[in-house]
């Protein structure tokens, strides 16, 4: 898995002990922005390079069915906050996991 996109940390937002940034698209729905690195390193925090995609992808699921959130991921050069939030937004989730896979 890949860390490479940053969002902007602001720690006082947190959501089960992972920071977010609260993002807005079109100004009326706030949406919680979640980078994957940092719910890696809440659900590994030993370390999360050697565990295998299976099984962290399992655990992704899980925390984003334990906490009202999608999951975005998309190649860096098809990688969009704004289609992220809104996928988010038609699934009814008031968050969202965003990875570039790149």
């Given at each position: ?35 994957i ?32 959130s ?10 969009s ?22």
């Amino acid at each position: 898995m890949t860390c490479c996109f940053n969002t902007p940390e602001t720690p006082e937002h947190k959501i089960d002990g992972v920071s977010y940034t609260l993002t807005s698209d079109d100004g009326v729905y706030m949406i919680k922005v979640v980078n994957i690195c940092d719910l890696m390193d809440r659900l590994y925090p030993l370390g999360h390079y050697n565990v295998d995609y299976m099984t962290s992808g399992l655990a992704t699921k899980k925390w984003c069915d334990e906490n009202d959130s999608h999951y975005y991921a998309a190649p860096r050069e098809d990688f969009s906050i704004a289609v992220a939030m809104r996928e988010a937004i038609a699934n009814r989730k008031s968050c969202v996991v965003i990875e570039d896979l790149s």
